[in-house]
DNA sequence: TATGGTACTAACAAATTTGTAAGTAATGGG
DNA sequence: CCCATTACTTACAAATTTGTTAGTACCATA
């Protein structure tokens, strides 16, 4: 994203809240508008950026870009280059991310029950 | 929080994908800075208001009444009001976010470990 | 009448995230 | 030489979230 500012109270939060609460921490790897959608698209197979691009309705090139390199940086993703001309590049899960699935497939049966619960009041 | 302007491309996108993913909606849910944080010291017991304050570092009374506000919409927290004075207000999780514990266990085990994992290199 | 405790609210400002629009590099093919 | 393709980058602007500061109501007690 854009750079931080350093030692803003926002940031101090953060800081502290992350060290302390490992949920937090958690939650603020896979946060954001997007990092989830892409990594759910990742779940089965590899992709190229212009395949991600097109599966996530809605996502511009910037963010993607984003997102992809924060969570290569964050050890989720692995990044491929491929020396070609023009460039292809593809994306996969890491290990660590895989074994997000299946938490994430439990969050998601949560959501889809809280969704239901929620609409009938 | 403030209210959000309708129509914004920003707002749209949000709107599409808690619709379509189910996983990102139950993320949006406790997502943000403190509700995690709110939820967790629930977890065993029912907290005041100005116990949750104090349990909290760093969190501001705005901050934590606006937290508490939108879970308690969204059916997370039950809020009970004593009819005192001074005031005597307590917040509980509700049944649907008390399902949400053992994954929350699940996703802070997994915090600690990339945590670990990343400090590594 | 002034003070104290609790759970807030309101107006504003700062920081951060997200979106827009345009551009870049490299190279093969026409 | 010009264009197309892919995976980006850059500069900027808009929207949203978070933080700061000061206040409110209520009544019991001093």
Redesign the pocket.
Same mark, same amino acid.
């Given at each position: 994203?854009? =750079? /931080? =500012?350093? +030692? #803003?109270?926002?940031?101090? +939060?953060?800081s502290y809240i992350m060290e302390s609460c490992d949920l937090t921490y958690a939650i603020c790897k896979i946060?954001? &508008?997007? =990092?989830l959608l892409i990594l759910c698209k990742l779940e089965n197979r590899k992709l190229?950026? #212009?395949?991600l691009?097109n599966q996530i309705n809605?996502?511009?090139?910037?963010?993607?870009?984003?997102?992809? /390199?924060e969570m290569e940086k964050d050890g989720l993703v692995k &990044?491929t %280059?491929y020396a070609? %001309? *023009? *460039? /292809? %590049?593809?994306?996969e899960l890491t290990e660590i991310a895989k074994e997000l699935v299946p938490i994430w497939a439990k969050l998601s049966k949560w959501g889809a029950k809280h969704k239901i619960l929620v609409s009938e009041f």
């Open positions: 994203m854009g =750079k /931080r =500012k350093e +030692n #803003s109270t926002n940031l101090l +939060n953060e946060g954001g &508008r997007w =990092k190229r950026f #212009s395949e691009r809605g996502i511009t090139e910037r963010m993607l870009t984003l997102q992809l /390199r &990044r %280059v070609e %001309v *023009p *460039p /292809r %590049v593809d994306y």
